[in-house]
């Protein structure tokens, strides 16, 4: 269900409910364009914020999304992502069953760019991340993720931006770094 949905479940959610979208992670990660939904004393500040970080966003830059999505060519552009991110989820999870096995836990996601993950055996992400960058291979630790208590064994790995064989290179380089 939606956050909207479940949002009925908690009274007064939707004073601070939000949501966000982009198109960064669908048509172009340069092109930095996105939206958000919400009740307008949320909106105003979040508003607040984006032009305290960049001003605005590129009128060319919005022209060019815009004029994009009168085209009528985004249902068949996020096909195309959902079946290439599908695909590279499946292969991320049978390399980290293979390379990995019994040292981490996850859950195969079902939509996204992550996975979500956790090192077994009392294992620090921070430590195994400094070690996979001298492997030449990148993740983020989980631990910032956590609005408290942070898991320290936490990790976040990404499927979105690397192709299949790329995605073996690098689980291939966490085992090294295990």
Same mark, same amino acid.
């Given at each position: 269900?939606?956050?909207?949905?479940?949002?009925?479940?908690?009274?007064?959610?939707?004073?601070?409910?939000?949501?966000?979208?982009?198109?960064?992670?669908?048509?172009?990660?340069?092109?930095?364009?996105?939206?958000?939904?919400?009740?307008?004393?949320?909106?105003?500040?979040?508003?607040?914020?984006?032009?305290?970080?960049?001003?605005?966003?590129?009128?060319?830059?919005? @022209?060019?999304?815009?004029?994009?999505?009168?085209?009528?060519?985004?249902?068949?552009?996020?096909?195309?992502?959902?079946?290439?991110?599908?695909?590279?989820?499946?292969?991320?999870?049978?390399?980290?069953?293979?390379?990995?096995?019994? @040292?981490?836990?996850?859950?195969?996601?079902?939509?996204?760019?992550?996975?979500?993950?956790?090192?077994?055996?009392?294992?620090?992400?921070?430590?195994?991340?400094?070690? @996979?960058?001298?492997?030449?291979? @990148?993740?983020?630790?989980?631990?910032?993720?956590?609005?408290?208590?942070?898991?320290?064994?936490?990790?976040?790995?990404?499927?979105?931006?690397?192709?299949?064989?790329?995605?073996?290179?690098?689980?291939?380089?966490?085992?090294?770094?295990?």
């Amino acid at each position: 269900p939606s956050m909207l949905a479940l949002s009925d479940d908690i009274p007064g959610s939707r004073e601070w409910l939000a949501h966000c979208g982009s198109l960064s992670k669908v048509l172009s990660p340069g092109l930095r364009v996105g939206w958000m939904i919400a009740p307008a004393a949320l909106l105003a500040n979040a508003t607040m914020c984006k032009q305290f970080s960049d001003a605005h966003t590129s009128n060319l830059t919005q @022209a060019t999304a815009a004029h994009y999505l009168t085209l009528g060519r985004m249902d068949a552009a996020l096909n195309v992502v959902r079946k290439t991110y599908a695909e590279r989820a499946l292969v991320m999870a049978e390399c980290l069953r293979k390379e990995l096995g019994n @040292a981490i836990e996850f859950n195969q996601p079902h939509g996204g760019m992550f996975f979500w993950a956790k090192l077994t055996e009392g294992r620090n992400a921070n430590d195994f991340a400094k070690r @996979a960058i001298e492997k030449l291979v @990148a993740f983020v630790p989980g631990a910032p993720f956590f609005a408290r208590d942070p898991d320290l064994s936490t990790l976040r790995l990404s499927f979105a931006t690397a192709d299949v064989a790329k995605i073996e290179e690098g689980i291939g380089r966490l085992r090294q770094a295990l």
